[in-house]
């Protein structure tokens, strides 16, 4: 025992030292906390606080009575009582026009607006959503960036460009946090594709589905990442339900995609850079069993769901998966109709996307003074 706790030791401090550019996370840091602390973003600060304190004066005292919330976003459905909810359009922030854009400041006056990443980046169009910023004086924009992770371009002008700026994963916050002191969270992603009420009126269908007791996983393969197209390729060869898909899931309808999930009983998922993903959440509340990093173990979110709930892998698992996937399979089976339930209440309850929305409006009326 002894001898192979030695002989892992010494290949761990082994593999280190043969790491490729080993002097990279240094000189990462040294540059960003050199940029951190320019004049420039100083000024940039100021500015934004001039801005907060004119929105403050406009909305201080009143109530959110008008809630604009970006295409992205609309799967979900989400309504308030006594606030009028609207659905932008796909494309709104990319007017063609100067009329159009007009129209559109005038539509936007006195709404507080959450926009999704997603929405702003759309076809490069995140100069004309800065320039709607720009224009847009008497508007709060709640900025939600799924990718602040990685797509650092998109979330800088993002986060420059709203009044409330909400990070989904925790990656880049002291930087970020540069850029918009109004910083939320982690407003860490919920699962957003189906309306509460459609997944409450779904739950006697996810009890009584036949559930293969192969693992899903299909993800839409990003060519950035390689490293988890090659996970994802590997697991292929031994469950043909977890692979590569297209985005044509995205235009099925509610029940259609609910069906696919909740014929498995469990979900092996492969984040993005170890971000938390939706996937986790939309496993939960369709009653199945995630699967995912032990990398992901001791984070927020992923520590608070129940263990019985989740199952975690490692490298040596994904090069043999079989044992990790019949654990998952033996927590639902062993769980039965009370734990599915569970599941499902606690995603429903705590990682929807209502939740996420009251989370950053929350923000938004303690910084700009709106009354509860």
């Known amino acids: 025992m002894t001898q192979s706790v030695l002989s892992a030791s010494v290949q761990i401090s082994e593999r280190f030292l043969g790491l490729p550019d080993r002097s990279l996370p240094a000189r990462h840091s040294t540059e960003l906390m050199a940029h951190a602390q320019s004049d420039a973003l100083f000024h940039l600060a100021a500015a934004k606080q ?14 959110i009575e008008r809630l604009l919330i970006s295409a992205n976003l609309s799967g979900f459905a989400h ?61 709060v924009f709640a900025a939600w960036d799924w990718d602040n992770h990685h797509w650092l371009d998109l979330s800088t002008l993002l986060a420059t460009h709203s009044d409330v700026y909400a990070p989904a994963h925790h990656e880049h916050l002291y930087l970020l946090s540069r850029y918009n002191a109004n910083i939320a969270g982690p407003v860490y992603c919920g699962s957003v594709q189906w309306p509460r009420s459609f997944l409450a009126q779904q739950l006697p269908q996810m009890l009584q589905a036949e559930r293969s007791d192969l693992p899903l996983g299909m993800h839409i393969p990003y060519a950035p990442f390689a490293f988890r197209n090659r996970v994802v390729t590997t697991l292929g060869q031994h469950f043909p339900s977890v692979g590569f898909s297209d985005r044509s899931f995205h235009v ?35 009653g199945g069993i995630p699967i995912v990093p032990d990398s992901l173990r001791h984070l927020a979110p992923v520590r ?57 409006l929350d923000v938004v009326r303690r910084q700009f003074g709106f009354l509860a």
Not at 304 to 333: E, K, M, S, T
Request: charged share 25%; glycine share 6%; net charge negative.
């Open 50 to 63: 001039l801005r907060t304190r004119q929105l403050q004066a406009h909305f201080g005292g009143r109530r």
């Open 79 to 139: 309504q308030r009582p006594g606030c009028t909810v609207e659905f932008l359009p796909k494309g709104y922030f990319q007017p063609a026009d100067a009329a159009t854009r007009d129209a559109r400041v005038a539509h936007l006056r006195d709404a507080v607006v959450i926009v999704n990443n997603n929405d702003v980046g759309l076809d490069n169009g995140g100069p004309a959503f800065a320039d709607l910023f720009s224009r847009c004086e008497h508007t």
């Open 304 to 360: 608070d769901i129940d263990p019985r709930h989740i199952v975690f892998y490692g490298p040596h698992d994904v090069i043999a998966p079989q044992a990790v996937v019949a654990q998952a399979n033996a927590l639902f089976d062993q769980g039965g109709a009370d734990q599915l339930v569970a599941r499902h209440r606690y995603a429903l309850d705590h990682h929807h996307g209502d939740q996420k929305i009251d989370q950053m």
């Open 252 to 286: 099925r309808t509610s029940a259609e995609r609910l069906a696919e999930w909740t014929a498995h009983k469990a979900h092996w998922i492969v984040p993005v850079l170890n971000d938390v993903p939706i996937r986790i959440f939309d496993a939960l509340v369709s």
